[in-house]
């Protein structure tokens, strides 16, 4: 029906994709309180697609997940791939038992939480190829964010460059300085990046 999914596409584009944008299951949506969830029909998700929509079809098993997943083309719904999922389970420390799913691609098979639609596999995210959306900012974006959320971690406001939130209760002496220490560092680095910006005229960086 298909290539090899996981090869790169000439006409893909270069703009990776991210968790937000391809359909994905997680293993709550299969597995609830120890068991699998037992519905009357297969469950089912469906993607849009430049021929209507494709659909996966998963059954959840003890120790797998049947898949069936088929999509129109030409105006007919192609034959379906069937293939499964492993499913294995650990003991969580607060007991009971928790399910994980195992990446479709053969030479991965990697225990997940979540598995993304690469059609016609579920995969993990590695074999996806997909980002967290956080990854397409900026790095000076991130770096500010991460102090934002140290300080208002330590019960401060989220600003930088105003006055350092004193030490909680129940946060160790070397843990507050490794975060204050970190927060100085990344805030004189965005005092120097805006100095460039503004020697070099180039005011747009400032975003």
Request: charged share 30%; aromatic share 8%.
């Amino acid at each position: 029906m298909r290539g090899d999914p996981f090869k790169p596409s000439r006409a893909r584009s270069d703009t990776r994709p991210t968790t937000e944008d391809m359909l994905s299951i997680v293993v709550g949506d299969l597995y609830r309180r120890g068991a699998p969830r037992e519905e009357l029909a297969p469950i089912t998700r469906a993607e849009p697609t430049r021929g209507g929509s494709a659909t996966i079809e998963m059954t959840p098993l003890w120790d797998r997940v049947d898949c069936r997943y088929f999509e129109p083309f030409q105006g007919k719904t192609e034959d379906a791939v069937e293939y499964f999922l492993w499913v294995t389970w650990t003991r969580p420390n607060y007991g009971g038992e928790r399910a994980w799913l195992q990446c479709a691609r053969l030479d991965c098979g990697r225990r997940c939480g979540r598995l993304f639609l690469k059609a016609p596999y579920l995969v993990c995210r590695a074999c996806a190829g997909v980002g967290y959306p956080s990854q397409l900012k900026p790095t000076h974006v991130r770096r500010v964010e991460r102090a934002q959320a140290i300080r208002a971690e330590l019960g401060g406001r989220a600003v930088l460059h105003g006055p350092f939130p004193p030490r909680p209760k129940g946060v160790h002496r070397r843990k507050y300085a490794r975060l204050r220490e970190e927060v100085v560092e990344i805030e004189r680095a965005e005092i120097e990046r805006i100095y460039e910006v503004i020697v070099s005229g180039k005011l747009g960086g400032l975003s």
